[in-house]
C-alpha cells in the first residue's frame, strides 16, 4: 500500500529547531514531488513547502522563506522539514503529501497523505 | 485571510444534494486544475476531485467538481451522516511562484 509516515514532531521553544521526517513507501519516490502543509488548530490548510522529484528545486511559502528547509533523501525514500527559529504560529500539525508528477503543479492534485505529526511551539 | 473563498458552512438532509463554492482569482483557478479535499474529524486530508472535475479511484460518484472562470464547485448528491467533514478547495496560484499551492478556508458540511 503507498503510504506516507511523519515523525519528528514535539514541544519546542520559540526561537528552537525541530527537523519532520516523512517515510514513503511503496512507490518510486524520486518520481514524484512532495509538499508540506500544516494545519494549525481550528484552521485551514496551508501549504508551506515543496520539492522536486530529483530535489534540484525548491519552493516556500513566504511563511517558511528563510525559516524553514525542504529536502529529500531518494536513497532512503525520505522527505525532510529543517525548522528554525520556530515561532508560536508554526504550532500546528504538519503533512507530507506527494504530488503527481516530478514537479509541483496544481495537475493530479495531492494524492497521498501522511497522518501528520504535530509540532508546539510553546515555552 | 485565504486565497481562494469558500462559505463557512453549508448544511442539508440527508439524501438531499449540496454545492460548495470556491472563488479565485485568474493566477489560481482561472489558470490551473482545482483540487477538492474532505477532511474527517481528526484525520488527515483526502483527495476528492482532482483537475477540476476528476474523481481518484475509490470516490463514488456522488461527488462531482466543475470549474467555470475563476470559480469552482463541489457537488454532493445523496448526503449521508458520513459525509460530515471539512471540504478544502485547492490549486496553485501563479503569481506567487511555480509550485505554491493555495487553499480555501475551508467548508464545514452538516448533514441535518
Known amino acids: 500500500e503507498v503510504q506516507l509516515l511523519e515523525s519528528g514532531g514535539g514541544l519546542v521553544q520559540p526561537g528552537g529547531s525541530l527537523r519532520l521526517s516523512c517515510a514513503a513507501s511503496e512507490f518510486t519516490f524520486n518520481n514524484y514531488a512532495m509538499n508540506w502543509v500544516r494545519q494549525a488548530p481550528g484552521k485551514g490548510l496551508e501549504w508551506v513547502s515543496a520539492?522536486?522529484?530529483?530535489?534540484?528545486?525548491?519552493y516556500y511559502a513566504d511563511s517558511a522563506k528563510g525559516r524553514f528547509t525542504i529536502s529529500r533523501d531518494n536513497s532512503k525514500n525520505t522527505l525532510y522539514l529543517q525548522m528554525n527559529s520556530l515561532r508560536a504560529e508554526d504550532t500546528a500539525v504538519y503533512y507530507c503529501?506527494?504530488?503527481?508528477?516530478?514537479?509541483?503543479?496544481?495537475?493530479?492534485?495531492?494524492?497521498?497523505w501522511g497522518q501528520g505529526t504535530t509540532v508546539t511551539v510553546s515555552s | 485571510q485565504s486565497v481562494l473563498t469558500q462559505p463557512p458552512s453549508v448544511s442539508a438532509a440527508p439524501g438531499q444534494k449540496v454545492t460548495i463554492s470556491c472563488s479565485g482569482s485568474s493566477s489560481n483557478i482561472g489558470n490551473n486544475y482545482v483540487s477538492w479535499f474532505q477532511q474527517l474529524p481528526g484525520t488527515a486530508p483526502k483527495l476528492l476531485i482532482y483537475?477540476?472535475?476528476e474523481r481518484p479511484s475509490g470516490i463514488p460518484d456522488r461527488f462531482s467538481g466543475s470549474k467555470s472562470g475563476t470559480s469552482a464547485t463541489l457537488g454532493i448528491t445523496g448526503l449521508q451522516t458520513g459525509d460530515e467533514a471539512d471540504y478544502y478547495c485547492?490549486?496553485?496560484?501563479?503569481?506567487?511562484?511555480?509550485?505554491?499551492?493555495?487553499f480555501g478556508g475551508g467548508t464545514k458540511l452538516t448533514v441535518l
Open positions: 483537475d477540476n472535475d
Open positions: 520539492i522536486s522529484g530529483s530535489g534540484g528545486s525548491t
Open positions: 485547492g490549486t496553485c496560484d501563479n503569481s506567487l511562484g511555480a509550485g505554491h499551492w493555495v
Open positions: 503529501a506527494r504530488g503527481e508528477f516530478v514537479v509541483p503543479a496544481a495537475m493530479g492534485g495531492m494524492v497521498v
